[in-house]
């Protein structure tokens, strides 16, 4: 290649570069061969412990993966494609993407559905940042129950000062404070663009989520639903209760924990909110000669097309995710789902039973499925301790709440279908034993 | 009324008009269409994945809690799942199947040790809030890939956070109006692109409250120096520039333009997604850029994944360090890791995601890096930008080369020529590309060239990849001169041709027909 281009070393190419800012080489070690590399990844691999039996949650769950979902997502014709800008052939992407679009419209009992959006946390700030364009509004109001880390990011999303976000308090049995949300919604020099709640919410409680959505309607506000899918095979859907948009966190679909991702930001919306909805959309057309296809569609929201007026900047489908969400509900199907989301609830009642048994028992009073906070004296200190026993205690809620008197001492714990009853009895007899030595 | 089988063609040409090899036809991809998974669904059909869960499970839920519609999912087995998926895979052209030389999109070989590294039981199953003992591995990996990125950009430190480039671009813009606010320099509302800029600039800038301020390119591709300083001033924030340029060209009055935005108290910023191309050559930080981000499914092979996930780091100089978003990984004194705890920067701009990153493309990226190791990266950039320069002369055997070279990974050829000569678009030659077995590359952008096409073969190719694809390309423009309706009709070897836009665009059918429950599958 050298020779025809006529030049003797390649130094010749990069000659465009000014000297005085041309760099001298990247001071890193040498590279590895496959078998070394293998052997350090392995390494690494090996000092993280997943061995515990664990109960904890808090937005992410370990789950059951169907072995059809890493098979589909190991073909290089999924994983090394690119964004579908040549739809005669990128249609398998194209058509999974559809699916997952019509699965998760039926799931969340909303039309209109985006696989571009990164985690559950990205999901709802563009959520709350669709409130205000569609009503030309500028507040909003989360719930503080909603995943703390979601509220940190959407509060990111809005550090430049023309929106604000405020946090409705909650109620001593778990549940958003309606009476504060009536009152907010009620100040009419300052209307409200959206509501958000969670469901179940950060403490794992169910919201009352019908009148959450009659008071912010008739405040002309938008509701933003925050859910779990799984949860969605057993509890009212969002369309169910009349949420305008619905957001989440897709891991629990198929997908690794990973550490923090990648994800799937979940967002659907209802067909009035179309044009608002931020990132690619997958519709079905037909080609020249009537056959039926899939095309990416309605373009003109988006960052390539429309520049600085665009919807959002999204570039990405968040697609092999997506895929993977496919998958696994095509192979979990309708009542293998609700098997899921209803064995969860049955193994967390198991372990709140095994808790009460040794004298350790809820925070909150309302209804739950499968995560609920509990009161354990010295919680911190126990869960580090339990560590020690093999059981990954859940999540201390003065990391999310370090403010909050009335959870200094509570642990957030799940179940899933993947608890035993072993699990379970490790984690109470820990704990009890913890709390005999302690007394 | 649709239909999932070819039909004659309407249009004159047939399948004779296949370009054929010695190995016969190539074609891009399978034929076959699929049904939807609706249409497969049979009530009852399915592989037992869990155990049942007692009657009772639900007791402890007020009735009105739960779901009152049936759940509208697919019915369908094992074996059909995988063969749906397969079938579908079949569909997509991908870097496995072929050269896929989408410019700006860096779509080099996915090496399958990276996979491999990520599928490891203690990476993928680790909780993302598990505590900090539990996590040394990973914690070690995030440690060393930020102090790994940070020295291959020549800044001062690294968030791993950003989910995306475009994440990594709203992260970036959100540090520089922290820092200006800090300084208590309140007034900087704008950020200045050039007109080549990926269109994630503008909408980024926007997004985070900006006022977006376009900058002209010169004649040479490059900025336009005195447009930008006519720019530049005490309302600018930033400036944002992606070097080398969208065009494949280093931007050679990169001096001048840092040292003029500089001048006005405005930051910096590198839109780092053609780094492929100056990897051990140019350290953004090194020559005075303030804050860049990465593309790691670009630049560090992680899988494209159809569209995603990504990875967009974001590496920044000393000035903006402070503002970074946590959770940071640490070493402390005694070697071990930690995530910085929420809170403890309090001049943070805050969390951009839920967790700490997509560690699962980290963990590849990572991989990557330690493949080559320093002297490696460097020969990646040599190759990459050595073989866009090779297939840039050959492609100028019968293409327009609007700009000089040499280029850097990529370069910008035009049909425009052409079009004047045969009526051909540049669209036609990208779909004629399909039938002789190649995806096309990336076409009418960036917009400052008309009827363009921006070529990035990466250094993951042969050179006999290279000059077939020349090959292919030259045959596609006499074509175009011999028999034009072949390429208006274009591609003829597809499961499915053109598609009618406009009408997906004016009804949207964004998803099958609601199924009116389990029991009722849909056929469309």
């Known amino acids: ?187 009419l020099h300052r209307p409200v663009a959206g509501v958000l709640l969670g469901q179940p919410n950060a403490f794992g409680v169910l919201e009352p989520m019908a009148r959450a959505v009659t008071l912010a309607h008739a405040a002309g506000a938008l509701f933003v639903a925050v859910v779990e899918p799984v949860s969605l095979a057993v509890l009212a859907s969002p369309g169910e209760i009349g949420a305008d948009i619905a957001v989440g966190e897709g891991q629990p679909l198929g997908i690794a924990p990973q550490y923090g991702g990648p994800y799937l930001g979940i967002l659907a919306a209802t067909q009035e909110l179309t044009r608002q909805v931020p990132g690619r959309l997958v519709g079905r057309t037909l080609d020249v000669d009537g056959r039926r296809a899939f095309v990416m569609t309605l373009r003109a929201r988006e960052q390539d097309i429309r520049r600085d007026r665009a919807a959002s900047n999204i570039c990405t489908n968040q697609a092999l995710c997506a895929l993977a969400a496919t998958v696994y509900l095509a192979t979990i199907g309708p009542h293998g789902l609700r098997d899921v989301a209803a064995s969860g609830a049955a193994n967390a009642r198991r372990l709140e039973s095994a808790l009460a048994a040794v004298g350790v028992r809820r925070v909150h009073s309302g209804a739950y499925l499968n995560e609920f906070a509990v009161r354990v004296p010295d919680a911190a200190a126990v869960h580090a301790a339990l560590l020690d026993e093999g059981v990954l205690a859940g999540l201390p809620l003065v990391r999310w709440y370090p403010d909050d008197p009335a959870l200094t001492d509570a642990l957030l714990v799940c179940a899933t279908e993947v608890t035993t009853d072993a699990d379970i009895e490790r984690f109470a007899g820990a704990v009890a034993t913890r709390m005999a030595v302690a007394a | 009324m649709t239909t999932l089988q070819a039909r004659p063609t309407d ?29 497969l669904s049979v009530p009852g059909r399915h592989s037992d994945q869990v155990p049942h869960p007692p009657a009772d499970a639900l007791a402890g839920i007020p009735a009105d809690q ?107 813009i959100l540090l520089i109006r922290a820092y200006h606010h800090s300084r208590g320099d309140t007034a900087r509302d704008e950020v200045i692109v050039p007109d080549s800029s990926h269109g994630t600039n503008p909408a980024t800038a926007s997004m985070a409250g900006f006022k977006t301020v376009t900058v002209k390119s010169a004649p040479d591709g490059g900025v336009d120096l005195d447009a930008l300083r006519a720019a530049l001033g005490p309302r600018t924030a930033a400036v944002m520039l992606t070097n080398p340029s969208t065009l494949g060209l280093f931007e050679r009055r990169i001096v001048e333009l840092l040292d003029a935005t500089h001048a006005a108290g405005a930051l910096a910023y590198m839109d780092g997604a053609n780094m492929n191309a100056i ?230 059918e964004l998803k099958w027909r609601p199924m009116t429950g389990a029991q009722t599958p849909c056929p469309q």
């Not at chain 1, 997943?50 to 769950?61: H, K, R």
């Not at chain 1, 940190?152 to 430049?160: A, K, L, M, N, P």
Request: hydrophobic share 40%.
């Open chain 1, 1 to 187: 290649m050298l020779g025809a281009l006529g030049i003797e070393s390649v130094e010749a190419l990069f000659e465009d570069i000014p000297a005085s800012v041309r760099a001298t080489g990247i001071d890193l070690p040498p590279g590895e061969p496959e078998l070394v590399l293998q052997r350090r990844m392995s390494g690494l691999a090996a000092r993280n412990r997943v061995d515990l039996a664990s109960f904890l949650g808090a937005g992410v769950y370990h789950h059951h993966l169907p072995t059809t979902v890493d098979t589909i997502l190991s073909r290089g014709e999924f994983a090394s494609a690119y964004t579908p800008y040549q739809p005669e052939i990128s249609q398998g992407t194209l058509q999974t993407i559809y699916e997952y679009q019509s699965m998760l419209a039926e799931l969340t009992g909303l039309p209109v559905v985006s696989a571009s959006h990164y985690d559950g946390a990205a999901a709802t700030a563009e959520a709350a940042l669709m409130t205000i364009r569609a009503t030309g509004r500028d507040r909003v109001l989360a719930s503080r129950a909603i995943h703390r880390h979601y509220l940190e990011t959407t509060q990111t999303y809005f550090s430049d000062g023309r929106h604000s976000l405020e946090e409705l308090p909650t109620l001593p049995d778990g549940t958003t404070d309606l009476d504060a949300l009536e009152a907010a919604l009620a100040d």
């Open chain 2, 11 to 39: 249009v004159g040409l047939s399948e004779r008009d296949t370009p054929e090899g010695s190995l016969g036809p190539r074609r891009a991809v399978g034929a076959s269409l699929q049904p939807t998974l609706a249409e």
């Open chain 2, 66 to 172: 739960l779901r009152g519609s049936a759940l509208g999912l697919p019915e369908v087995s094992e074996p059909q799942v995988i063969r749906h998926f397969t079938n579908l895979s079949h569909l997509n052209y991908s870097v496995d199947g072929g050269f896929y030389p989408l410019g700006s999109c860096t779509m080099k070989h996915n090496p399958r040790v990276n996979e491999w590294s990520a599928r490891l039981p203690g990476f993928a199953n680790l909780h993302p809030l598990a505590p900090d003992a539990l996590a040394q591995g990973s914690l070690q990996l995030l440690w060393e890939l930020q102090g790994m990125l940070s020295e291959i950009a020549g800044m001062h430190a690294t968030t791993l956070q950003p989910a995306a480039g475009a994440h990594g671009e709203l992260t970036g």
């Open chain 2, 279 to 508: 990897l051990g050559r140019f350290k953004p930080g090194a020559a005075g850029f303030d804050v860049m981000h990465f593309n790691l499914h670009k630049t560090f092979s992680t899988p494209h994944g159809g569209g995603g996930p990504g990875a967009g780091p974001v590496a920044v100089n000393e000035l903006l360090a402070p503002f970074l978003p946590g959770p940071l990984a640490m070493r402390g004194a005694d070697g071990s890791f930690r995530l910085e705890v929420t809170g403890a920067r309090p001049t943070s701009i805050g969390r951009m995601r839920a967790y700490q990153g997509s560690v699962g493309v980290l963990v590849r990226a990572y991989a990557y890096i330690r493949t080559h190791g320093g002297a490696g990266l460097r020969l990646v950039s040599d190759d990459a930008v050595l073989a866009a320069n090779y297939l840039r002369q050959r492609v100028g055997e019968a293409y327009e080369l609007p700009f000089p070279g040499p280029c850097k990974h990529e370069f910008v050829a035009t049909a425009k020529p052409l079009r004047e000569a045969t009526g051909v678009r540049t669209l036609d030659v990208a779909k004629r590309l399909i039938d002789h077995g190649f995806h096309p590359p990336t076409i009418y952008f960036p917009l400052l060239v008309e009827e363009c096409l921006l070529i990035e073969p990466t250094e993951t190719e042969t050179l006999e990849d290279l000059d077939a694809f020349a090959d292919a390309l030259l045959a596609v423009h006499r074509e175009a001169h011999e028999r034009p309706d072949l390429l208006h009709g274009a591609p003829l070897t597809t499961p499915v041709r053109r598609l009618d836009e406009a009408t997906a665009a004016r009804h949207p």
